[in-house]
C-alpha cells in the first residue's frame, strides 16, 4: 500500500514490504513468438516492436538455467548476497507455446532457491484456460506468479493502427479471467502512441482503474530503428513527447491509479544505438524521466489515487 510521504507505490516498495529485503528480477529470453508475428492472427509483430523487446545482451540461445544462474551473480555481486529473486519471462508472448514445453521453462525457476517468483509477459489473446490453471500451479509450490498483459491503449482505433491484432475486449477477458485465480495481474500500457490525445491517454488509465488489476507499467512511446514505426516517424507522420509532455501524462495516470495497485514501471530504455526517438528513452537517462516525474507530482502536490475515478 502507498506509504505516507510516498507519491506513488513503486514495484521495489512493495517487494521490500513483502519480503523484507531486496528482490531483483532477472530478465530472460526464450525463443517464443506471437500471433501476430507467425501469421496466425497477422504478420510484421506490432509497429513499434523490435526483437520483442529483448535486451540487446540477451540471447534466447543461452540455455535459461545458465541466463538465470548468470543473473543472480550479476545481482548478488552489485547488492549483495542477502537478495531474493523474481524470473522475468519477457521478450515475445511467453505463454503462447505447448503446455510441456511451457511447464519445462515455468519448472526452471524452481531449481533455485533465492527464485520467490515468475513474471510472465504475454497477449491477453494468448492466455487461455490452461494456461492459467498451470500458472497458478507453481503458487502452489510457493512461488508469486505475475502475469504481464500488453493492452497498450484502450483505443481499438490506435490498436489496429499499430498493428495489435487484439482489442480491448479480448484485455477485460483475459484480466477477469485471470483474477479468478490466484494471479497477479500487471498491464502494459504506452503514452504517446500515434494519433493519441490527452483524453486517449486518460481513458486507458480509467479502463485500468475499472478493473481488478494489481500492477502497471507505464511506459512514453519510443521509436526504435528497423520498426515499421521508425519508417513512419522519419516519414513525419506523428511526433513523440517531450519529457516534459511525458511526465505530465504519466501523472495524470498516476493521480487515478487506485494505492494499492503497484507501479512496476514509468520508463521505457533501449540501448543508445537502436534509438531513434525521444532521445531520453535511453539507460543512461532513466533517472532524469523519474526525476522529471516526481517533480511534476510535486508541482501538483498530488499523489497516487488522490483523483480516482471510482470507488474501489
Not at 219 to 229: A, E
Request: glycine share 8%; with cysteine.
Amino acid at each position: 500500500m502507498l506509504k505516507e510521504k510516498s507519491t506513488y507505490y513503486s514495484l521495489k516498495d512493495y517487494l521490500k514490504e513483502k519480503y523484507g529485503k531486496r528482490v531483483q528480477k532477472i530478465t530472460v529470453a526464450l525463443p517464443f513468438t506471437c500471433p501476430n508475428i507467425d501469421g496466425t492472427k497477422a504478420v510484421g509483430g506490432c509497429t513499434y516492436c523490435f526483437s520483442g523487446t529483448r535486451p540487446a545482451h540477451l540471447s534466447p540461445s543461452v540455455p535459461l538455467k545458465k541466463q538465470i544462474e548468470e543473473g543472480i551473480l550479476r545481482a548478488k555481486e552489485k547488492y549483495g548476497k542477502n537478495i531474493l529473486f523474481f524470473v522475468y519471462y519477457q521478450s515475445y508472448s511467453n505463454t503462447y507455446g505447448e503446455r510441456d514445453y511451457l511447464k519445462s521453462v515455468y519448472d526452471t525457476a524452481l531449481e533455485f532457491d533465492e527464485v520467490v517468483g515468475i513474471d510472465v509477459g504475454t497477449r491477453p489473446d494468448c492466455a487461455p484456460e490452461w494456461v492459467l490453471d498451470l500458472l497458478e500451479s507453481y503458487t502452489q509450490k510457493g512461488l508469486e506468479v505475475w502475469v504481464e498483459y500488453g493492452l497498450q491503449s484502450a483505443n481499438f482505433t490506435t490498436l489496429r493502427r499499430i498493428n495489435r491484432a487484439h482489442g480491448v475486449s479480448d484485455f477485460v477477458d483475459a484480466v477477469l479471467r485471470t483474477k479468478r485465480r490466484n494471479l497477479k495481474v500487471c498491464a502494459h500500457v504506452i503514452l504517446g502512441l500515434p494519433g493519441e490525445d490527452e483524453e486517449d491517454m486518460l481513458e486507458t488509465g480509467k479502463l485500468l482503474c475499472a478493473l481488478p488489476i494489481d500492477g502497471v507499467k507505464i511506459h512514453p512511446l519510443h521509436v526504435i530503428k528497423g520498426t515499421k514505426m521508425a519508417q513512419q516517424y522519419l516519414n513525419g507522420e506523428f511526433e513523440v513527447l517531450s519529457l516534459q509532455e511525458y511526465a505530465k501524462r504519466a501523472v495524470d495516470l498516476i493521480e487515478i491509479l487506485p494505492p494499492n495497485v503497484v507501479i512496476h514501471r514509468l520508463t521505457g530504455e533501449v540501448e543508445e544505438d537502436r534509438l531513434i526517438a525521444p532521445d531520453y528513452c535511453t539507460y543512461r537517462k532513466k533517472s532524469e524521466v523519474l526525476q522529471a516525474i516526481q517533480r511534476e507530482m510535486e508541482s501538483r502536490g498530488s499523489y497516487q489515487g488522490c483523483k480516482s475515478p471510482f470507488n474501489r
